[in-house]
Nanobody, 124 residues
């Protein structure tokens, strides 16, 4: 599975941005999709995930209420809409995929496929 992330950029605090991640896999609907981020000097952290079957969504506490994940199985694409952005949201954002579901969905090691990362910079 190849993942192509896009949509990063520079935005002022309080602004919005939408990231996209297009997958090459035709059985996209069978994959749990996640977004992770990594700030300089920090470990990669879980942001959000959407299940392959139910489409149930999960968020980290730090983004809950501000970020929304959405998958379009007809386009093999997952989106991350980010609003009320804060300077601490500045990071490289990665999309990730794994076949089916894992209860350890917050761990990067549970995902087999990764996009190249797209940089989000939030200025104060």
């Amino acid at each position: 599975v190849q993942l192509q992330a896009s949509g990063g950029g520079l935005v002022q605090a309080g602004g919005s941005l939408r990231l996209s991640c297009a997958a090459s896999e035709r059985t996209f609907s069978m994959y749990t999709m996640g977004w992770f981020r990594q700030a300089p000097g920090k470990e990669r952290e879980f942001v959000t995930a959407v299940r392959e079957s139910s489409g149930r969504k999960y968020y980290s506490d730090s983004v809950k209420g501000r970020f929304t994940i959405f998958r379009d199985n007809t386009r093999n694409t997952v989106y991350l809409h980010m609003s009320s952005l804060k300077p601490e949201d500045t990071a490289l954002y990665y999309c990730a995929a794994r076949l089916y579901w894992s209860v350890n969905y917050r761990s990067p090691t549970e995902y087999n496929y990764w996009g190249q990362g797209t940089l989000v910079t939030v200025s104060s």
